[in-house]
């Protein structure tokens, strides 16, 4: 019949008898923000740095524009191979980073975006350690404008820029609301 419609009758979950027809699947989906923490966290194991295993994954609009993790640059052998030049120098971490054959995760992405043709504009970085200032200068002048980290990486200047800069950084921690939401109560640094 022409301009009728037929009711849909929803029927009420016992599990939730606050929202009709809801399964208890959904209530384990995870949040936009814990899926792509979960997917970073994935990347970093593709790392070959013998020292710290990072990912990181760039998205926008729910879109993975890139991934990157760290290690030595393409086609050049990895530290499993020739040793780690930090490790041979004693060099502490969060020292001298230029005394490193490996890439960092972060700029990896950057990098893979780059060479893609992919903006980056307004982009939010994933990542499982929180950025160095190499890598937040880089990711400021990329136009990323929100951060969120697992780990927390011992370095109060690139904090202090990306501040200035008015990049979000927040410290992850599962469970939370999902970062997207004005309401995120994730640790702001």
């Known amino acids: 019949m022409k301009g009728?419609?037929?009711a849909v009758r929803l029927i009420p979950d016992p599990a939730n008898p606050a929202v009709p027809g809801r399964d208890r699947q959904s209530d384990r989906r995870p949040s936009w923000d814990e899926y792509f923490m979960e997917m970073v966290r994935v990347v970093a194991r593709r790392s070959t740095c013998l020292r710290r295993q990072v990912g990181a994954?760039?998205?926008?609009?729910?879109?993975?524009?890139?991934?990157?993790?760290?290690?030595?640059?393409?086609?050049?052998?990895?530290?499993?191979?020739v040793g780690c030049l930090r490790d041979q120098f004693g060099i502490p971490?969060?020292?001298?980073?230029?005394?490193?054959?490996?890439?960092?995760?972060?700029?990896?992405a950057i990098i893979q975006a780059a060479r893609h043709g992919v903006s980056t504009d307004g982009a939010t970085l994933y990542c499982t350690t929180e950025p160095c200032i190499?890598?937040?200068?880089?990711?400021?002048?990329?136009g990323v404008k929100r951060i969120l980290y697992l780990e927390p990486y011992p370095d109060q200047l690139a904090r202090a820029l990306r501040q200035e800069a008015g990049v979000r950084s927040i410290q992850w921690e599962r469970g939370q609301a999902d970062g997207n939401e004005d309401d995120c109560p994730a640790k702001t640094k």
Do not use: F, W
């Not at 994954?57 to 191979?81: F, M, S, W």
């Not at 971490?93 to 990896?108: K, P, T």
């Not at 190499?134 to 990329?142: D, F, G």
């Open 4 to 6: 009728t419609r037929s």
């Open 57 to 81: 994954l760039l998205v926008k609009d729910r879109q993975i524009l890139a991934t990157g993790y760290n290690g030595a640059p393409t086609g050049l052998p990895h530290c499993a191979e």
């Open 93 to 108: 971490s969060g020292e001298r980073q230029e005394l490193c054959r490996g890439v960092h995760a972060e700029q990896n």
């Open 134 to 142: 190499v890598c937040s200068k880089m990711l400021i002048n990329a």
